[in-house]
């Protein structure tokens, strides 16, 4: 009872509650067709945002919140994904030369175990360089992450890319999404909670403020008490971890992977969905997501135009509005108390 | 020994060419402490203009020399309207730096738009493309492109070190109070020196076409390496930027060689890395550590 | 309990500080003062970890600090504030006592992702020291306000709050008055000596003679990183080498 007291307890968490209740109504009433129209590509698309929102909060939490720079996200991204397709398919990797597989819900956790010691890997020179060379240390990362996938062909099939990538199913229950997304959509949903639940726990606990301290002013955090080195790890495996696990969502979900979803330019759209919905905050990456999702799509016919968008965006967005979206509410929360104010003590 | 004069000179001409990259890096990092993602673009767009130029019928000397003052303004233009207002609002590091990627990034995809996205042919400069060294064949192209570029460097160090305005872009980059107090304008040093590295760019560009090819992905692919190049020799230090450039060329050319081409890119980034980790201030030492 | 010998710090051939000698006894509130450039700020940074020497030894009760990451010599008991303002500027004032605390709590990233109890009691704990702090020092009731909110001098005084968040056995203040008015000044010195009444060693550096000479034991003068004089405040005023310092010699 306390418990559930607790959790009813803050404005924001009710808040909360009632988005989480609408996202799992809404497509229970698509599907029985009881409002809209079922549309199947509704639901790729919300997996889509789902799967990206959790790759832009790890983000966030290495950039929004420890202020370190990574052009290079998407090679976490290529680990989770090919690391739980090669532990679960049958033809390649595990399955090819050792007859063994795990069971995907398990091979995509195991990923993004992997994403999260290489992460701490590359962590370690990163954390002592001044930031320029932590993006080309990143840059890099995310080339050789490219060129091992790609070049590696008779462990990963090179660009020719993994098909039949094997379909989820945890006690019986599958979540087959080679007909529709539908079922796949609510296990998206369910680890977005999950991830933005944990999200908010550590940013919010000593961790959090650590990481928070060394992106604010580095010497104060160290003279604080804060292990700089140490942080500044820990913060790089969460986010790998983060990053990879939406990797290897993602492989399941769409059902083939090649090498060209983890290029340079993926890094890019990670970091425009970041500054664009507000870095540093729960719901930034998730409008972030959101919207620059919709725009991919609907982008689609414009593919080549694409890229171009992003670019403009960002430039505009570092110069006018660099707290992105979410932090517009900050601003007219701001402008609201200054204008109708009045006296303060 | 044929093979090994025209990997060689295929060597230096790569050496080159990201040698006129590293120096942009050099150049910008020392004059305003930020790193600039724009430089390898910069490159490809001055290909692309100096091939238009010379599908209009242009000579190539014309050509070249009016790519490279269009990168020289573009390049100003850059700092001045773009950096130089973050700058002003005090914004973080990273944000300049992800500008500059951005900025990038538009470049690309406007020559892709531009110019359609097939690889274009230089047309050969020369009339008899091909000269002996020794007895082994190389391009005249290739020829000129190397001394083109050691001209060019050492105009750039007569510039920096004989001259009173390149005296003070350096007294600018040590120190900016102190050089203002001398009455050197450092916004126009430090808009000088973008133009001067854009400038470069192109130049790097322009050279290495005939050898290679103009196309909008020509920048990303140079990028990577031409940072290799840089950080080996040491980040933001002219004589770094140059030795380091020509090592990375030299080193890809006779892995891809004498080994195998697919494992040149591996070799490239695996060094670079290697050297971020062990020894970050390259070659020449230069100062980067954080706290 | 602070000791510090022959401590020497060369930056290319200019040597910042030179051989330099003392002794802190616990409980004593202990000034260094000098001309600018003397190298005072230079020598709390070889303390406290900011600086590593070319040469010399710092003890903190016996045990070498010298050369110590910054967050080490915190952990072993030092606190310090700066000369200019170094606070968290987008965190509250709560916020930031609480990282003040951080080498003091316990519960790690596994127990911060499941909340367990212990967590949360920690945290409540805490959020409960951070608020003494805040009586402590003057500056209840500020607990949410963001730090460009407070004027200057209680900027300062938060900075002091949150070194004294780790329970520090030395405290060291890099011109804790600077830029504050007489009103704030007397105000700090009673925060000193309120201090030091809680058994923390304080070692600080200021311009202001009056407050220096007023709130502490014995000081130590500095000149172009050689130490010229060391005794209380009566001596060290009537010492003819520390007149000459400052108001140059003829």
Known sequence: ?345 | MNMFISVLIGGLVLGCTYGMLSLGYSLIYQASGYMNFTQPNLLMFGAFIAWQCLEYGMPFPVALMFAVIIMFIIGWMMERFVIRILVNKKAKNVYVVLTTLALSIILENAAMLIWDARPHYFPAIFRNSVMKIGSATVSKESILCITVAVCAMVILQFFLNKTKFGTAMRAAAQNKTAASCMGINVNKTIGVTYGIAGALACLGGVLVAPTLYVSYQLGTQLSAKSFAGAVIGGYGNIYGAIVGAILIGLLETFVSAYVSSAYKEFIVYGVMILFMIFKPSGIFNAKVYEV | MLKVTDLTINFSGLKAVDSLNFEIEKGEVFGLIGPNGAGKTTTFNMISGTLKPTSGAVELNGRRIDGNYMYQTNRLGVARTYQNINLFRSMTVLENILVGQQSRLECGLLAAVLRTSKQRKEEAKAVEKACDILNFVGMEHKENSYSNSLSYGEQRILEIARALASDPILLILDEPAAGMNPTEKNQLADLVLRIRKKGITILLVEHDMKFVMGITDRICVLNYGKRIALGTPAEVQADPAVIEAYLGGG
Request: aromatic residues 14%; charged residues 10%; glycine residues 10%.
């Open chain 1, 1 to 345: 009872m306390e418990k559930i007291k607790q959790i009813f307890s803050s404005k924001r968490n009710l808040v909360f509650t009632a988005v989480v209740a609408l996202l799992i109504l809404i497509p229970v009433m698509m599907e029985n067709n009881i409002i809209f129209k079922q549309s199947k590509y509704v639901y790729l698309l919300l997996c889509l945002i789902g799967i990206y929102t959790i790759a832009t909060s790890g983000l966030d939490i290495v950039f929004g919140y420890t202020g370190q720079i990574s052009f290079g996200h998407a090679g976490f991204f290529c680990i989770g994904a090919y690391g739980s397709v090669l532990l679960s398919h049958s033809e390649w990797g595990l399955g090819k030369y050792m007859g063994v597989t795990l069971p995907p819900m398990a091979s995509i956790l195991t990923a993004a175990v992997l994403a999260a010691v290489i992460g701490a890997l590359l962590a370690f020179p990163a954390s002592k360089l001044v930031f320029h060379f932590l993006s080309l240390l990143t840059i890099a990362f995310n080339q050789l992450m490219l060129l091992v996938v790609a070049n590696f062909a008779g462990l990963t099939n090179g660009y020719v890319g993994i098909t039949r990538v094997p379909q989820i199913s945890i006690f019986g229950f599958s979540f087959n999404t080679v007909s529709s997304k539908y079922n796949y959509y609510f296990l998206v949903l369910f680890f977005v909670i999950v991830f933005l639940i944990i999200k908010e726990n550590i940013v919010h606990s000593r961790i959090g403020r650590g990481f928070i301290a060394i992106r604010e002013n580095v010497m104060a955090a160290n003279g604080c008490g804060v292990n700089i080195k140490s942080y500044k790890i820990m913060s790089f495996a969460i986010s790998a971890f983060y990053v990879g696990f939406a990797g290897g969502l993602y492989a399941h979900m769409v059902g083939f992977i090649s090498p060209d979803t983890f290029v340079q330019n993926t890094s890019v759209i990670f970091i425009t969905m970041l500054l664009f919905g507000g870095s540093g905050n729960l719901v930034g990456p998730v409008i972030g997501a959101a919207v620059i999702t919709v725009i991919q799509e609907g982008l689609q016919s414009l593919s080549d135009y694409r890229m171009l968008v992003y670019g403009i965006f960002i430039l505009i967005i570092i110069l006018f509005q660099p707290q992105g979206i979410s932090g517009l509410s900050k601003d007219i929360s701001g402008f609201i108390r200054r204008s109708g104010g009045g006296k303060r003590a």
